[in-house]
């Protein structure tokens, strides 16, 4: 099963950047073991539409096009899940021989209502609305501790 980390925006230089860089490497050498081909981090173009409503609409287009497998929104209205759980269920899609499971971050102006009802899971990272460079390292570390705990590993403690 691929995992992969789709996002709209383009990435800048910097800390952030490579932090988010390591947990992918990290996530793609530990998942290995378990079966997972790897971990692909995708960068989308920001829809230039003149309204909000045709930019989402044109970003949900191309995360349709460009998604595999499971489709995993994170939206700051989604549900809360802990680490384990998140883990276990990414293991349900990988013990089910699902293709790919794609965790998404939307665009400045948040995901189109409709992609939202697509969802096979949509999740929250808090209330608190968090810069996207920083959403793409918590989502990274996330699927590297998802990897870990799957794994039995020692990184993620309670």
Do not use: C, N
Not at 30 to 59: H, M, N, P, Q, Y
Not at 128 to 155: K, N
């Amino acid at each position: 099963m691929r995992l992969i980390l789709l996002a709209v925006g383009r990435t800048k230089a910097g800390p952030e950047t490579e932090l988010a860089a390591r947990y992918q490497d990290r996530a793609a050498k530990a998942g290995k073991a378990l079966g997972f081909r790897g971990v692909e981090a995708i960068t989308l173009d920001e829809s230039r539409a003149a309204d909000v409503a045709a930019r989402k609409a044109e970003e949900a287009t191309a995360i349709r096009r460009a998604k595999a497998g499971r489709l995993v929104l994170l939206d700051e209205r989604g549900k809360s899940l802990g680490s384990a759980d998140f883990a276990a269920q990414i293991g349900r899609w990988k013990d089910a021989s699902e293709e790919a499971a794609t965790i998404v971050i939307g665009g400045p102006d948040g995901l189109d209502a409709p992609l939202r009802a697509e969802a096979d899971l949509v999740l929250s990272f808090g209330a608190m609305t968090w810069p996207h460079q920083l959403v793409r390292v918590m989502a990274m570390e996330q699927l590297y501790r998802a990897v870990t705990i799957l794994s039995g590993h020692p990184y993620h403690r309670v």
